[in-house]
């Protein structure tokens, strides 16, 4: 069982940044973020392949998130800039044992999730 460790959140004024970490216990060949608001559903951010770095964004992201890992492909990175209040929720990183690529937005692609971390953005 692959366990995940996010951290990195908090609160933040508008146009501010912060920069999110998932450390997982042995690398995965797809890893993402995903975020849910409250009353609302889970999407996703972005998410990497591992092994190729291919990248994809959520249209509402890009240009401002950028999704990155360690050398050790044991740690995710997603460095967020420009932050709205929109971007507010619970962040949640997720795995995959498999290294499609494009690397997959929907959450079904994923087999493990870490226990995610709040991010507030204060107008």
């Known amino acids: 069982q692959v366990q995940l460790v996010e951290t990195g959140g908090g609160s933040v004024q508008a146009g501010g940044s912060l920069n999110l970490s998932c450390t997982a216990s042995?690398?995965?060949?797809?890893m993402a973020w995903f975020r849910q608001a409250p009353g609302k559903e889970r999407e996703a951010v972005a998410a990497?392949?591992?092994?190729?770095?291919?990248?994809r964004y959520a249209d509402s992201v890009s240009g401002r998130f950028s999704i990155s890992t360690d050398n050790a492909l044991t740690t995710l990175y997603l460095q967020m800039n420009t932050l709205k209040p929109e971007d507010s929720g619970i962040y949640y990183c997720?795995?995959?044992?498999?290294?499609?690529?494009?690397?997959?937005?929907?959450?079904?692609?994923?087999?493990?999730w870490g226990q995610g971390t709040q991010v507030t953005v204060s107008s």
């Open positions: 042995e690398p995965q060949p797809g």
């Open positions: 997720a795995a995959r044992t498999r290294g499609n690529y494009p690397p997959p937005l929907s959450q079904n692609d994923y087999n493990y």
């Open positions: 990497l392949n591992t092994y190729s770095q291919g990248r």
